[in-house]
């Protein structure tokens, strides 16, 4: 199996809460990427969100807490994690620094109603997780 790593990044609380979406082409999904051979899966969903957004501070919710999804394109599967974004904090689409390719067309922090109109559904599932474990924040 593949893994990729990603966050489920979000900001603020209740119903003003917001999740960052990034779009590739016309798919938006959260960030994530492949976990380096014997790398931690968390440290792998902290590298790859820190490479894609340019933010360096995310506060992790729980190591234990995650959610993969099922497997897809070419057997490969997407473990999240929730993390907290500052308020503060700016997101800065960066080249891949290995290949030096922009990953992603654009970023939006949208509503958790908004987010669902953009993600596929194997990523309404990782939302609708998000927003079980959230409930009360």
């Not at 003003?16 to 959260?30: I, K, M, T």
């Not at 506060?59 to 807490?65: D, R, T, V």
């Not at 599967?77 to 907290?84: C, D, F, K, Q, S």
Request: charged share 35%.
């Amino acid at each position: 199996m593949k893994l990729s790593c990603g966050v489920v990044p979000y900001r603020g609380k209740g119903k003003g809460r917001e999740y960052l979406v990034l779009r590739c082409f016309r798919n938006w999904d959260f960030p994530k990427g492949m976990k380096e051979v014997d790398e931690d899966p968390l440290v792998a969903a902290r590298r790859e969100f820190s490479e894609e957004t340019g933010i360096k501070k995310i506060l992790i919710s729980a190591e234990e807490l995650f959610i993969e999804t099922e497997p897809y394109g070419n057997g490969k599967v997407a473990r999240y994690y929730l993390g907290e974004v500052n308020e503060t904090e700016k997101v800065q689409l960066l080249p891949n620094p290995l290949t030096g390719i922009l990953e992603h067309h654009e970023f939006r922090w949208v509503s958790a109603d908004e987010a669902r109109d953009k993600l596929v559904p194997r990523l309404k599932r990782v939302l609708d997780w998000a927003e079980e474990n959230l409930a009360g924040k």
